[in-house]
């Protein structure tokens, strides 16, 4: 596969906004640092300057918790950068090793992991792989998370650029259902169609006027209100948009994808959707 096409796939399924590829700086001391398209280094401390503040008196729903993320693509990096700066302890993982994230490790001061050992202890778990990889994940992955771990995906089918067939989402089935019975564990859906730059750049204090909102959807009511804390506390307002059986309302090609309003414009957008898959996201 030729670079340009590895980047404009990667540009085109990653949600990241700046086509430019990730920037590799070379401190002095010799170590290279990865910084994400489109931000600065003064961007980023100013970033987690902001973020040292908020955590230091802003009143937190749900305290600090141990998170595990699997995938460490621009969605799980920048959850991770977030979340670190926020003071949650977070342990990151990739499927080709714990080696190949020293970089992203010194940068946050997250823990670099196995997919086997992500969720060991953990009271949140990210899931943001591609769909195609979500049942090569390790057998019994979440056997030593907390008893009530939460788990987020943040998947999407991409049949024809990605993923290839899946027949029980071709006959209807919604994504993260399908998901949620490949682990066999429930699952919350949310970022599934939140671009990667907007988690670092677009957060803004609870009751900002036109503060974005993200979607979340799960049959599990408190699983539910953990992410939606979560996500209030990186700083977007969210939207229930239903139990997962109504999650194709948030998939690729909905109105909500990539949409970037506030909570009236994403319950309108949630509302709208249609469960026909147009022919561009069907294999």
Sequence with gaps: MGSAFKW??????????????????????????????????????LLKRRDRIAHRTHHRK???????????????????????????????????GPHTLTALAEETGATPVTAAEA????????ITIPVKAVPNLPAGFLNGAAEDVVVIDTGNYYPQQRDGRVAAIEDGLPESRWTEEQIGHPVIKAFNGTYADD????????????????????DDAAAKQTVRDLIDELGF?????????????????????????????????????????TAEWRA
Aim: glycine share 12%; net charge positive.
């Design 62 to 96: 749900v305290g600090s918790m141990k998170i595990g993320i699997i995938g460490a693509g621009n969605i799980g990096g920048n959850l991770t950068r977030r979340l670190t700066a926020l003071g949650h302890e977070v342990s990151i993982a990739n499927s080709r």
């Design 199 to 218: 988690i670092l750049s677009k957060a803004l204090p609870k009751g900002s006027p036109g503060r974005q909102a993200l979607p979340v959807a799960g």
């Design 237 to 277: 307002d969210t939207v229930d948009a239903g139990g997962l059986d109504e999650s194709w309302r948030q998939q690729p090609g909905t109105p909500v994808y990539g949409n970037q309003g506030d909570a009236e414009t994403i319950a309108k957008a949630l509302a709208e959707a249609s469960p026909e898959r």
């Design 119 to 126: 969720a060991q202890d953990a009271r949140v778990v990210v």
């Design 8 to 45: 404009a796939l990667w540009f085109r399924f990653s949600f990241c906004t700046c086509p430019q590829p990730p920037v590799l700086t070379v401190r002095p001391t010799g170590r290279t640092v990865f910084r994400p398209p489109g931000i600065g280094t003064d961007a980023m401390e």
